[in-house]
C-alpha cells in the first residue's frame, strides 16, 4: 500500500476540487462543506486499496457514509472512479436530482446504501459483517461515524453488540473534527475519552492524524479483521482551505464567487 502514496493524494486532491466545485454550482441551495473535507483522505484511501468498486461482487467491500451529510465527499470519490459524470454532479441538491444532501440508494451511482438519519449506520455495518461471516463471503465492512453522531444512543447500543456478537471483518471510522452543528462537542456534548470507551466494550482502538496519509495506509494494512476495530481520526474541519479549516461556519454554508476563486488558488 505504502507505494501508492502518490496515487492517493492525486485522488484526494481531486476529491477535493470537486467537492469545492460541486459546492459553488450549488450555490444558496448550500453544502455540507466542513464535514466532508475532514474526511477526504480516508474516503480516498478506502475507495483506492479495498474493493468497493466492483458491485456486482458479492465478495466486494461495503462502505457506508453514516454521516450522511459529508456526501460530497462521497459523491466526489464516486466521480473519480467513474460512476457519476461531472455533469451529474452539477445537478447536486436541484429538484428530481439523485444527488441529494444525503446519500440515497443508486447502484447505478455507486451508492449502495441510503443514509442521514445519524446513528443508524453502524447497526446496518454490524448486520453486513455478520452476513459476510455466515455466507463465507469475507468481504469487509467500513463505516464512517461523525464524532458528533456519537450523541446518538443507537450508536453505543450498536458498539456494546459488535463484540459481544463476535463481529468480524468490521472497521468503524470516527471522524473526529471536535464539532458539530450548533458549536464544539465539548460544549454540547463531551464524548471524550472516546478511546477509552470503545475499549472498554471490547474493541481494537486506534487513534491517527486523519490527515497523514502513509500513517493511515500502515494502518489499513497491518490490520486484524479477526474482531471489531475503530480507528479515531483526529481531524480539522474544512481541511484544505483556509477560509473553512476549524471554522464551524462552514459545517453548512454558501460559497461566494470570491470565496470559490481564492480556494481554487489555494489548491493549485
Not at 480516508?42 to 461482487?57: A, V, Y
Not at 471490547?202 to 479483521?225: A, C, M, P, R, Y
Amino acid at each position: 500500500m505504502i507505494k501508492n502514496i502518490e496515487n492517493v493524494k492525486i485522488f484526494t486532491k481531486n476529491m477535493r476540487r470537486k467537492i469545492l466545485n460541486t459546492a459553488y454550482q450549488a450555490g444558496a441551495k448550500s453544502a455540507h462543506v466542513g464535514g466532508a473535507l475532514s474526511c477526504t483522505e480516508l474516503i480516498s484511501i478506502l475507495f483506492t486499496h479495498f474493493n468497493l468498486k466492483n458491485l456486482e461482487d458479492d465478495k466486494r467491500d461495503r462502505f457506508i457514509l453514516s454521516k450522511g451529510h459529508a456526501c460530497l465527499a462521497y459523491y466526489s470519490a464516486l466521480s473519480e472512479l467513474g460512476f457519476i459524470s461531472d455533469e451529474e454532479l452539477k445537478t447536486f441538491e436541484e429538484d428530481g436530482s439523485n444527488l441529494l444532501g444525503h446519500p440515497v440508494l443508486n447502484k447505478k451511482l455507486g451508492i449502495e446504501f441510503s443514509t442521514g438519519s445519524l446513528g443508524m449506520g453502524l447497526s446496518i455495518g454490524i448486520g453486513l459483517a455478520i452476513a459476510s461471516e455466515k455466507k463465507k463471503l469475507n468481504f469487509k465492512t467500513f463505516v464512517l461515524l461523525g464524532d458528533g453522531e456519537c450523541n446518538e444512543g443507537s450508536v453505543w447500543e450498536a458498539a456494546m453488540a459488535a463484540p459481544n456478537l463476535k463481529v468480524k471483518n468490521l472497521v468503524v471510522i470516527i471522524d473526529k473534527n471536535n464539532f458539530q452543528q450548533t458549536g464544539t462537542n465539548a460544549e454540547i456534548m463531551n464524548i471524550n475519552p472516546i478511546e477509552d470507551k470503545w475499549k472498554a466494550f471490547g474493541w481494537n482502538v486506534q487513534s491517527l492524524d486523519g490527515h497523514n496519509i502513509e500513517n493511515l495506509l500502515t494502518f489499513f494494512e497491518k490490520l486484524n479483521f479477526e474482531k471489531p476495530n475503530l480507528l479515531v481520526l483526529n481531524t480539522i474541519k474544512g481541511k484544505g482551505f483556509s477560509f473553512s479549516e476549524n471554522n464551524n461556519d462552514w459545517h453548512h454554508g454558501v460559497i461566494s464567487k470570491k470565496i470559490y476563486e481564492e480556494a481554487l488558488k489555494e489548491l493549485d
